[in-house]
């Protein structure tokens, strides 16, 4: 019965009348028959490899279906023509997704293959609630009670005096031990293992983990995580009502199986009888949320976990081209060449291309020019879309949307100044009396959040992040760092206009410069989406942007895992497009009130393989048979030339100034540092670094307007200053 998942009856059953109580007979609106018909319908419209997914008779089955295959497709047919077949009874049938909105489609689907209300759909979550309240009304005892504000529930747990353990940072180690079955006592020893580096000391985390348990069951309540282990537990506790369970759901399927993690797997697991069959459908290709606890090897190694299993490939790709193909191949992690290559059904098409600019701004402004050259007569906006790895780095092509009249919409549903960090802090800057210092508090916040990743790599101006292996803490992190940033940036240009410009008026400039509209209520938009949020879409023209190391990948991605994660995220969004894929970076990125080089993403390399790279006419680099490291040292040559400095007509001769002058900052900071007991970060960040090198300052004045805040430019401003001039040769001062 295709109902909302915490409605589900998982009572005894009981055949409803003119049905018989045997399974499988009068139990569907389809035309059953009793033989395997090799013309079904249900079979006309697929391919060979589609059909031999839909109509095997494997009673374990793992489907490999890559990016653009028919993977949901597949799935419902195989449940849609197995009942047809009278193989298994619908009825009887768990379809299993990790969204609402995912068992939302598959309901759908079946539907329009006359399953109507048949098929039970839902996530892992929304079935073990469902089981778990069915069964506390069958006992007569009181049902689990959800643990909603987790975050705050922790924060009481820690003592009034401790203000460097937050409990957010508590809260990610909680969820990210429960995923994969660890408890409060192996904690330390699984983080090391794992080469894990938390914000919070890991025993200090591991008895706030002890305290958060016993509490929490003290109190009668459960969090989401101890839906999945109570119901495991309770499966396997009483034999009678695990039996009723696994023969309410005989047949289980499983989509996008290579996200599902160990306690969900546990669950999984318990679920099965001996006698139940199992078709799961995923894509190691796709695997991008192993820092949430999923674990690939689940769908890669699938015959070690079922034995007599069956393992099927769908190469065919239906949605892109040849050549997006070929580049979305390339950047894929050597340890995939194991996997079968996609092949494209769809007719040739552009060779994708990637374009360098000279900044930021020029290349949020050239992808809003390629946008609109992109479309064709009578296309939509809602074709096409514009992906980054993370949200933060949307707000540039928001505003360059806006500036260019075009309209969009984001994965959120809401654009930069609905987001809840902006919001807020737009709020307190319209109450400001003082526009100018309320902003540099706000740089000296900023500044504070800097120091607490002390000890990590910066991945340059607007990320502020280092590289711990965190997962998700870090990510947020830096989106909140560079819409913070973006903001602050919009703040400066108001007090150019208007130099004693209260907030008040700040906000009404601001709502001007941006537009009133919401990209909410369009309905006809380009897409503004993050890698993650776009899994699963597609459109015929995809703008990848900002591919810079230290966004693709991520900085703090250290590990073979991490990093091949981060290779996962970009064949993801390259796979999204259908006809035409561009590719862009920044040769240089403005954060807050500095600005430094970047450098491309290393998988830019591979991908050039199989793309036209060019530059944009900005730079007037147009050696198109260049790779971006090529395209960068040429860059930077021609730049160097036109300055017409004596010192600066060499490249070389430029590097060898600049990499002495930060060797000397590097220097003072290591020094500093271990006068103080800090990590060098805590001092000065490699960002700051790379923008007083390339601002030859002078003064503290010109250490503050290169981007050194000013407690940092006042505290040590002399210092440095005496280091890059010893570095300096006399003759370029």
């Known amino acids: 019965m295709l109902l909302a998942v915490d409605t589900l009856d998982f009572g005894e059953d009981e055949p409803k009348a003119g049905q018989s109580s045997q399974p499988g007979l009068g139990q569907t609106s389809l035309d059953v028959s009793s033989t395997v018909v090799a013309d079904s319908p249900l079979l006309r419209s697929l391919n060979p490899e589609q059909v031999a997914a839909v109509t095997t008779d494997a009673n374990r089955l793992c489907i490999i279906a890559g990016a653009g295959s028919g993977k949901t497709r597949v799935l419902t047919h195989r449940i849609a023509y197995r009942s047809q077949i009278e193989a298994i009874d619908p009825r009887r049938v768990l379809a299993l997704t990790f969204t609402r909105k995912a068992a939302s489609e598959l309901t759908r689907r079946l539907r329009q293959l006359g399953l109507r209300d048949d098929v039970s759909a839902g996530t892992f979550?929304?079935?073990?609630?469902?089981?778990?309240?069915?069964?506390?009304?069958?006992?007569?005892?009181?049902?689990?009670?959800?643990?909603?504000?987790?975050?705050?529930?922790?924060?009481?747990?820690?003592?009034?005096?401790?203000?460097?353990?937050?409990?957010?940072?508590?809260?990610?180690?909680?969820?990210?031990?429960?995923?994969?079955?660890?408890?409060?006592?192996?904690?330390?020893?699984?983080?090391?293992?794992?080469?894990?580096?938390?914000?919070?000391?890991?025993?200090?985390?591991?008895?706030?983990?002890?305290?958060?348990?016993?509490?929490?069951?003290?109190?009668?309540l459960v969090d989401f995580d101890d839906l999945l282990g109570l119901t495991a537990s309770e499966l396997r506790r009483d034999r009678r009502w695990g039996e009723a369970q696994r023969w309410r759901f005989r047949h289980l399927f499983v989509d996008e199986f290579q996200d599902v993690n160990p306690l969900q797997f546990a669950l999984l697991k318990s679920w099965l009888s001996s006698e139940a069959d199992l078709c799961v459908v995923g894509d190691p290709r796709q695997a991008i949320y192993a820092w949430n606890g999923a674990d690939s090897g689940y769908i890669t190694k699938f015959g070690e976990h079922f034995a007599n299993s069956q393992t099927l490939t769908l190469r065919r790709n239906h949605r892109s081209s040849p050549q997006i193909l070929a580049a979305a191949e390339a950047v894929l992690d050597p340890s995939m060449s194991d996997l079968e290559p996609l092949i494209a059904t769809r007719n040739p098409g552009p060779t994708p291309t990637i374009t360098a600019y000279a900044t930021d701004l020029e290349e949020a402004a050239g992808v809003a020019r390629a946008v609109r050259d992109a479309r064709r007569p009578g296309d939509t906006w809602s074709n096409q879309a514009i992906l980054t790895r993370t949200n933060g780095q949307l707000a540039r092509f928001e505003v360059a949307l806006r500036a260019s009249s075009i309209p969009f919409r984001t994965r959120a549903g809401s654009d930069f100044l609905e987001r809840p960090e902006v919001k807020k802090l737009f709020e307190g800057l319209a109450q400001a009396p003082s526009l100018r210092i309320a902003i540099t508090d706000l740089e000296l916040e900023l500044e504070v959040a800097d120091d607490a990743y002390s000890g990590q790599d910066d991945i340059g101006p607007g990320s502020d992040v280092g590289s711990g292996t965190a997962g998700p803490v870090d990510a947020d992190d830096l989106d909140r760092h560079t819409t913070i940033g973006i903001l602050v940036e919009m703040a400066r240009e108001f007090l150019v206009l208007d130099p004693d410009g209260p907030g008040?008026?700040?906000?009404?400039?601001?709502?001007?410069?941006?537009?009133?509209?919401?990209?909410?209520?369009?309905?006809?938009?380009?897409?503004?989406?993050?890698?993650?949020?776009?899994?699963?879409?597609?459109?015929?023209?995809?703008?990848?942007?900002?591919?810079?190391?230290?966004?693709?990948?991520?900085?703090?991605?250290?590990?073979?895992?991490?990093?091949?994660?981060?290779?996962?995220?970009?064949?993801?969004?390259?796979?999204?497009?259908?006809?035409?894929?561009?590719?862009?970076?920044?040769?240089?990125?403005?954060?807050?009130?500095?600005?430094?080089?970047?450098?491309?993403?290393?998988?830019?390399?591979?991908?050039?393989?199989?793309?036209?790279?060019?530059?944009?006419?900005?730079?007037?680099?147009?050696?198109?048979?260049?790779?971006?490291?090529?395209?960068?040292?040429?860059?930077?040559?021609?730049?160097?030339a036109a300055a017409g400095d004596e010192a600066n007509q060499s490249a070389s001769s430029v590097a060898s100034l600049s990499d002495r002058r930060r060797e000397a900052v590097e220097q003072w900071r290591e020094k500093r540092a271990a006068g103080s007991s800090v990590t060098p970060a805590a001092i000065l960040s490699d960002e700051h670094i790379d923008a007083l090198v390339a601002a030859m300052p002078t003064s503290v004045e010109d250490l503050i307007e290169a981007g050194?805040?000013?407690?940092?430019?006042?505290?040590?401003?002399?210092?440095?200053?005496?280091?890059?001039t010893l570095a300096t040769p006399a003759r370029t001062r």
Request: proline share 4%.
């Open 125 to 220: 979550h929304g079935v073990a609630y469902a089981q778990l309240r069915a069964r506390a009304a069958e006992t007569g005892r009181r049902e689990p009670q959800l643990l909603e504000r987790k975050v705050g529930f922790v924060a009481k747990l820690i003592s009034r005096g401790d203000e460097r353990t937050q409990a957010f940072d508590v809260v990610t180690e909680i969820e990210w031990a429960k995923a994969r079955l660890i408890s409060p006592q192996k904690y330390v020893d699984a983080i090391r293992a794992a080469g894990r580096q938390p914000n919070v000391d890991p025993q200090h985390v591991a008895n706030l983990f002890a305290d958060y348990e016993e509490k929490k069951q003290r109190m009668g």
């Open 504 to 640: 008040s008026r700040f906000a009404g400039w601001l709502h001007t410069a941006v537009g009133s509209d919401r990209s909410g209520s369009i309905t006809d938009a380009v897409e503004l989406s993050t890698f993650h949020a776009a899994k699963g879409l597609e459109w015929p023209v995809v703008h990848v942007a900002g591919l810079e190391a230290g966004y693709v990948p991520l900085a703090f991605a250290k590990t073979h895992e991490a990093l091949l994660e981060e290779r996962n995220l970009l064949h993801v969004a390259v796979t999204r497009a259908e006809r035409v894929l561009s590719c862009s970076w920044a040769q240089r990125r403005t954060f807050k009130s500095s600005a430094s080089d970047r450098e491309p993403s290393p998988y830019l390399d591979e991908l050039a393989r199989a793309a036209v790279v060019s530059a944009s006419d900005t730079i007037d680099l147009r050696e198109s048979a260049q790779g971006p490291q090529e395209q960068l040292a040429n860059l930077r040559a021609r730049r160097a």
């Open 708 to 724: 050194l805040p000013p407690v940092k430019a006042n505290r040590f401003g002399e210092s440095i200053l005496q280091a890059l």
